[in-house]
């Protein structure tokens, strides 16, 4: 398993114990509320600030050392100093790979950007909103996670109208209108999680085994307390390729519906396929307390 998959992992069961205070709020008609359900009521607008890349950078840097952030330094001193918006565009997208690499998909998302804003090319929106959703779903941070979900919209959007059918661009938009009403925006131009969720359903009728759909699909449920829902989609994922994130789900999912043996039997399965210890003795807590 390489050091990008190992994050993820990490992410994900930091952010397992709080999966269930964030629910999948919006009106949805009964034949969606299969998948998730939910009504907004009493929520405050959320304001959504402007960031940038010079906002999100410096604890990116942080986070990946001092030599890793080194390189990094050395392209933006390259792009600062470029005089042609062909060097530019070069340095931008340099600059989102070396981000991407660095497991920092937000100044990533913002190159990929920046990138996409001057060639407008559907590689480089497609990239710029998923590492949006990304940015979204690693940090918990109130203050920047409306503005990832914006861009990242926008960024799908556009996507979409380069490659109208494209599934990979119908599902990353999907994700993010649920995620968006999830924050309590309200989107102007009509975005709901009733449309994100159809959005999804559209692509899974087409691409019954298209791995993001179905995930996201079942972390929705997850979210409004389907957990039954959730258990088939995350089923389903393993049957065509096993993973840990679906795992890991799957045995959250399974301790909800108070089915603890099903529950231990994934977190080991779970466990069996991470190398890291210290994500170990964590799966080990939760098989400990279901065992009590």
């Known amino acids: 398993m390489g050091k990008k998959q190992i994050i993820v992992i990490v992410i994900v069961i930091a952010v397992g114990g709080y999966l269930y205070s964030l629910p999948v709020k919006g009106l949805i008609k009964p034949k969606v509320a299969k998948e998730t359900s939910g009504v907004v009521s009493g929520q405050r607008p959320v304001a959504i600030t402007n960031v940038t890349v010079d906002d999100v950078s410096p604890s990116a840097k942080t986070a990946i050392g ?10 933006e001193s390259q792009l600062k100093a470029a005089s ?36 407008n090319k559907f590689e480089d929106w497609l990239s710029a909103g ?12 109130t203050s920047v996670q409306p503005a990832f979900i914006e861009n990242a919209i926008d960024a799908f959007k556009n996507a979409t109208k380069l490659q109208p059918e494209n599934m990979d661009a119908k599902t990353g938009l999907g994700v993010a209108y649920v995620n968006q009403t999830s924050l309590g925006i309200t989107d102007p131009n009509g975005g709901s999680p009733m449309q994100g969720i159809v959005l999804l359903l559209d692509v899974v009728k087409h691409d019954p085994n298209n791995r993001s759909a179905n995930l996201n699909l079942g972390l929705f449920a997850m979210k409004s307390g389907q957990f039954e829902k959730a258990v088939a989609r ?7 390729k096993a993973e840990v994130e679906p795992y890991f789900y799957l045995a959250e999912s399974y301790k909800q519906l108070g089915m603890k043996k099903e529950a231990i039997d994934a977190y080991q399965k779970c466990k069996q396929m991470i190398p890291d210890p210290i994500i170990g003795q964590k799966i080990d807590q939760y098989i400990k307390e279901l065992k009590n």
């Open 84 to 119: 042609t918006d062909a060097d530019k565009l070069s340095l931008q997208k340099q600059l989102a790979k070396q981000w991407d690499d660095d497991n920092q998909p937000a100044p990533s998302a913002f190159y990929y950007q920046a990138a996409a804003r001057k060639d």
């Open 66 to 75: 001092a030599a890793l952030a080194a390189r990094i330094n050395d392209l």
């Open 234 to 240: 995350f089923k389903n994922m393993i049957a065509q």
């Open 130 to 141: 998923n590492h949006f959703n990304d940015a979204y779903k690693g940090t918990q941070d």
